[in-house]
């Protein structure tokens, strides 16, 4: 698609690249880095401002300025000028007198999470492992009174005692759980994943969501009313988009989410799952990547739509806490772009 419309800091990166003043400033910013245009083709979609997040202090959100500056001649078009990609709408009040726990809170899917809740109008239980991000998360809520409420509560998911300062904090009303929290694996196929590997994403993405959802069920079958998600992943609907250390955990979370529905359903509690595709997010692997599981995946993972941001996947994943989700219970929601469906 060619297009003359005003191109600013929102407008989706796709636009930027065929815009006949846009395109050549976005390939020779790519050059100065040694890649071309291709490299674009994962987040075409998203607004060019995303590129500052994405690049992890690589590029400056002045460039950005300057590039949308530049585009237009010298001038700088008003924000809503242009065709824009989606935008998060806040909606007030939607969580108002609930209290919701919110994991993985410090970065990514459960920081957008945590923070649309708050400014929603809930109170939001914090929780991460990284107490320094977490901090600095919740300093930008800790202003004024009548701010929207965040209680920020470092702590470890995989330990009991991580478990008990949660509970704690959330208090005796427990209206939501959205277990974010997660760690990937190397790419792994059975013959080289370590017991390590194993074990670690085992404790993280299955047993800490097992032991929150066993923590604060209690509090929402006494109220008669609770919503809880898991986030599970892509490769809980196939086998291939990870190892298999992140495939058999993400299907395990499944296998939670349907039980927990069938069993709780009837107490007015709903529980399900959002399957996320490529998001960006800080989330990433600690080591090399195995040789042969990558070289085994990669050609399908060239088939991934482009990426969402952590904000389109909080959309989801409170659609689901709200009362917006009802009659929803029991649902494996492929958030991904439409990768699914491939």
């Known amino acids: 698609m060619t297009t003359t419309a005003p191109l600013t800091a929102d407008t989706p990166i796709g636009d930027w690249v065929a815009h006949p003043d846009g395109g050549p400033l976005i390939r020779a910013l790519l050059a100065e ?106 300093a930008g809520f800790a202003t004024e009174a009548g701010s929207p409420e965040l209680v920020a509560v470092p702590a470890d998911i995989t ?62 079958l006494e109220a008669g009313s609770g919503a809880i998600v898991n986030v599970a992943s892509e490769a809980a609907l196939r086998g291939s988009a990870a190892g298999i250390a992140y495939t058999a955990s993400k299907h395990a979370v499944v296998g939670i989410t349907r039980s927990c529905a069938f069993m709780y359903g009837p107490h007015g509690i709903r529980v399900n799952a959002v399957a996320p595709g490529g998001v960006a997010t800080g989330m990433g692997m600690h080591a090399e990547p195995s040789a042969f599981g990558q070289g085994r995946v990669g050609e399908f993972l060239g088939l991934i739509p482009p990426i969402a941001t952590a904000e389109q996947l909080a959309a989801s994943i409170t659609f689901l806490l709200a009362d917006d989700g009802v009659n929803v219970n029991g649902a494996l929601l492929p958030s991904d772009g439409g990768w699914s469906v491939q």
């Open 33 to 138: 880095a040694g890649v071309d245009e291709t490299v674009l083709a994962p987040v075409r979609l998203l607004p060019l401002r995303q590129l500052v997040a994405l690049s992890q202090g690589r590029l400056a959100g002045d460039v950005v300025d300057d590039l949308v500056r530049r585009a237009n001649h010298g001038v700088v078009p008003a924000p809503a000028a242009g065709r824009t990609g989606w935008r998060e709408r806040i909606v007030p009040g939607r969580f108002e007198g609930r209290t919701v726990v919110v994991t993985g809170a410090a970065s990514g899917i459960g920081r957008a999470t945590a923070s649309r809740i708050a400014r929603e109008g809930g109170r939001v239980v914090a929780v991460d492992v990284s107490a320094d991000r977490l901090a600095g998360f919740a």
């Open 159 to 220: 330990d009991e005692g991580g478990v008990a300062r949660i509970l704690a904090a959330a208090g005796p009303r427990i209206d939501g759980l959205a277990n974010v929290a997660g760690v990937v694996d190397d790419f792994s196929p059975a013959h080289e994943v370590s017991d390590e590997l194993w074990r670690r994403v085992f404790a993280v993405n299955v047993d800490g969501t097992f032991r929150l959802i066993r923590a604060v069920v209690p509090a929402m």
